[in-house]
């Protein structure tokens, strides 16, 4: 057998669905034609990324032995040959695998796809620049790319302290919206401390804070981030005529009725095409170049959790995404 010239690197191999990791040794990758390897530093862990682990996301496509992972931040370590947008040594985030067949980010290096990649905000830690790609693509997509959120108008974000949620809030007042945000009275601080003002879903009835705070006219944005009956809520919460809905968690049964009653709009938000098909990935990029100059400007601060994990415990960190416990973005320190 032909000894490799590549240098082996550590990583996280899932094996069979519902298992533990396996910790091992593979060939470092080679950037190719128009990907750029990476030495990764830090890896967030998204609630996918668990359901990937668990068996549960078959939409996701990630057929097993895997190296899962979606999110990244790290340093170039070279570039392909029509790659002109970086150069070794940038610092560099993104979305970037775990899906799809692409190789994830728990592993020491990765290949890339340089159009999913920008340069990493100079006043975040590896450890935020992780926590943001997914989250803040997702919330990009359906304010920006699909609500068109501007100044003036009132938006209203379900699950403000989420995820998805606490970007979307941020997102949406760098536009100059007077956001709105539900969740439960133990996010409240966090969620007015964003210049939101909150909301309790649970004491408080959909027609109640719609009169409230739109005077019964309804919110020209609401974002649904938590799906369910959440969604059947934002029905009945947005505008009139020029309100529209987003979701990134649409996948049930839901009654149009109430959102045609309003002659409102809906958009549905699914972050992982690009990913799956190739299609739209410079765009990805772009979003991400975005999130660079809001968290330059000091618009644009993930949550994390304080814990802290390595690719020898990583398990910990999805178990207790599993378990609900996470209190922010769990990243795993790599590099």
């Not at 396996?22 to 034609?33: L, M, N, Q």
């Not at 304010?143 to 995820?163: E, M, N």
């Amino acid at each position: 057998m032909k000894e490799s010239n590549h240098p082996a690197m550590r990583a996280l191999l899932l094996e069979t669905a519902n298992m533990p990791f396996k910790f091992t040794e593979i060939e470092r990758p080679a950037a190719g034609d128009h990907s750029v390897l990476v030495r990764i530093k830090a890896s967030g862990v998204n609630p996918l990324d668990n359901k990937i682990h668990k068996g549960m996301a078959g939409h996701a496509k990630q057929t097993l032995p895997a190296i899962l992972g979606m999110d990244l931040a790290g340093v170039v370590e070279e570039i392909g040959p029509n790659v002109t947008a970086f150069k070794p040594g940038d610092e560099v985030y993104g979305m970037a695998g775990g899906v799809g067949g692409n190789p994830g980010t728990l592993a020491e290096y990765g290949v890339f796809d340089a159009d999913l990649l920008a340069i990493k905000p100079k006043n975040l830690s590896m450890r935020q620049a992780a926590a943001l790609p997914l989250v803040f693509i997702t919330a990009w997509e359906g304010l920006v790319d699909r609500a068109k959120v501007k100044g003036g108008q009132k938006v209203l974000i379900h699950g403000g302290a989420g995820g998805v949620g606490h970007v979307a809030v941020q997102i949406a007042k760098a536009f100059g919206a007077e956001v709105f945000a539900t969740g439960s009275e133990h996010s409240r601080k966090y969620i007015e401390s964003l210049g939101a003002t909150f909301i309790d879903y649970r004491k408080t009835a959909v027609a109640d804070y719609v009169n409230q705070y739109t005077g019964g006219e309804g919110f020209d944005i609401v974002y649904d981030t938590v799906g369910g009956a959440t969604l059947d809520a934002s029905f009945n919460a947005v505008k009139n005529y020029t309100g529209h809905v987003v979701s990134s968690l649409g996948w049930g049964e839901h009654k149009l009725a109430p959102l045609s009653f309003r002659g409102a709009t809906y958009s549905g938000v699914f972050t992982l095409l690009p990913l799956l098909t190739g299609k739209g990935r410079k765009h990805h990029g772009e979003i991400m170049q975005e999130a660079t100059k809001l968290a330059e400007a000091g618009k644009l601060v993930p949550l994390l959790d304080d814990r802290k994990f390595t690719l020898a415990t990583a398990d910990e960190a999805h178990d207790i995404i599993e378990a609900g416990e996470a209190k922010g973005k769990l990243v795993i320190d790599i590099g």
